[in-house]
């Protein structure tokens, strides 16, 4: 009410003047908070009808209780929304964009057409006003609000650190869209491939008729596999436990005289020699999915692809996507789907770590190598998800899982990337002495 009764004073009671005299006056404070540390927060997720796109983002406040805040939770909200809706946007600041690609389209920029036409002296003013233009639409900071495009991105959030009070930093962000980068095979002329598998399987079928053996007499009945009895109970029961067909159901337990457990591992390991088969296929659709842990400090934005989009929107399909979110939010130490993506300078490293360890030095020589490699191993699949043991099964491991879901839906199915964001990790909070802080503002008063 002060702020107010002085700003008309100020303002010589002109309403409209007395808003843009507070708005000034807030955006100066905003200004002055901006360089105070902001290690709180929330990290959130947004993920777009249809699960093709999907977005996680980490912005900072000042403490806790703002970060729990209705206007603090919207203002996270609408930068995850902010930044699904520019596609173009890669960085948060302008200053954030790489100077090796503005060197690049400077160069590029130097070499056009229309530039050799102007005055030699302005030249090199027209190139960075482009590629000052080229930084800025890469910036979500610079990006016309969703909500209200009079006004950027930059200018909301200055807003929303003069009216919540502490600094507001949007410190990072990911954006997945699904199947971006990957090569799908082109199918050619379908008439001509049906034409050329059938010719493939007609010349299959005439070899092997002439490489079949000479009707042997018939074996006596004696000799014949003696037929299991099976209950439809038991063939119901399989079912229910292996989600396999009620005839392979039915075939497995006759192949395994009866035996239920026997059977479930009939049916494991030929649906795995089939899902390996499967592995092979291209997988270009699927589904981006997230997780936000309790409290918003943890998240996960993953994407998870298969072959069809049927696949996709299945009840099975989506399970997988959210246990695999879980799982990645389940395990700090994992930076990599596979063993294979842990980059090799690293394991180099890591190696040349190992070989400088006391305890190796007191091994034989020959079996040095071989030690160190089996650690060196042991770290890259620590950092791999896909050797992480499942956490609603920890008796087999997230591959092991994954290659069970290919066999039961059909499809391959692979995790293709992830991001994971631990609020306020990396974030120095300066070390103050509380006693002396309160000294030194106060000045001794």
Known sequence: MMDCKKALAECGGDLEAAKEFLRK?????????????????????????GSRLGVLVE??????????????QELVNDMAMQI?????????????????LLDRERAIEMEKEDLKSKPEAIREKIVQGRVDKIAKEQALMEQAYV??????????????????????????FTRFNL??????????????????????????????????????????AAEKK???????????QLREASGAGMMDCKKALAECGGDLEVAKDFLRKKGL????????????????????????????????????DFVARGEKFRELVNDMAMQIAACPDVRYVSAADVPKDFLEREKAIEMGKEDIQSKPEAMREKIVQGRVDKIAKEMALLEQSFIKDTSKTVAEHIKEQIAAIGENMQVRRFERYVLGEGIEKKAMDFAAEVAAQTGGI
């Open 25 to 49: 006056k807030g955006l100066a404070s905003a200004d002055k908070k901006a360089g105070r540390v902001a290690a709180e927060g929330a990290v959130w997720s947004y993920i777009h009808a």
């Open 59 to 72: 912005i900072n406040c000042e403490t806790d209780f703002v970060a729990r805040g209705e206007k603090f």
């Open 84 to 100: 699904a809706a520019c596609p173009q946007v890669t960085v948060v600041n302008a200053s954030d964009v790489s100077q090796e």
């Open 147 to 172: 909500k209200d495009t009079n006004k950027t991105v930059a200018e909301v959030v200055k807003e929303a650190v003069a009216a919540i009070g502490e600094n507001i930093q949007i410190r990072r």
């Open 179 to 220: 199947g971006e980068g990957i090569e799908v095979a082109d199918k050619g002329d379908f008439a001509a491939e049906v034409e050329a598998q059938t010719s493939a399987m007609a010349a299959k079928a005439a070899e092997k008729k002439e490489e079949a053996p000479k009707e042997e007499p018939a074996a006596p």
């Open 226 to 236: 003696e037929t299991v009895a099976v209950s439809a109970a038991v063939v119901k």
């Open 273 to 308: 020699a089939s899902a390996d088969k499967k592995g092979s296929r291209v997988a270009a659709d699927g589904a981006v999915g997230a997780y936000i842990h309790a409290g918003s400090r943890l998240g996960v934005v993953v994407e998870v692809n298969c072959e069809t």
